[in-house]
């Protein structure tokens, strides 16, 4: 043998190529993406020890199957990121009728905007804005000016 036995050992540098190239349906995703391409590649064109040529062809057979399992894995997610892209935006029947489609000049305008009271503060300690009290603020004006709106859905 041209190879020492501890290189294909479990915990050795070329496990996951070893059975990749070996075993395939034992590779995991966590083994796969594990598996640093350049690092090993780089390892077996130049080996610290000599190497065998047909178990460099071995490893480099395994080293292909694990680029393509990675290739397979970035394909499923990008088909599966876009098909949820594709639902997300899709057109299709709006069941909105025709008097609603324009919101109403109150709902989206301030009616008396100079005398609009931005003074509250931005943080009440738990991360929500914080109004003063007392006074009514311009949250319940549009609140109320919406309500007189046709709601979606």
Known sequence: MFYSHSILAKSGPFAHVWLAATWEKKVTRSMVFGTDI???????????QPLALRLSANLLVGVVRIYARKV????????????????????????LPAEGAVAARAAITVANFDELDLGFELDDGAGRPSEPSGAATATDEWAAAAATTHRIG
């Open 38 to 48: 350049a690092t090993v590649v780089a390892s077996i064109a130049q080996p610290n």
């Open 72 to 95: 397979a894995y970035l394909m499923a997610d990008a088909t599966e990121a876009m098909v949820k892209i594709r639902m997300a935006f899709r057109g299709g029947v709006v069941d």
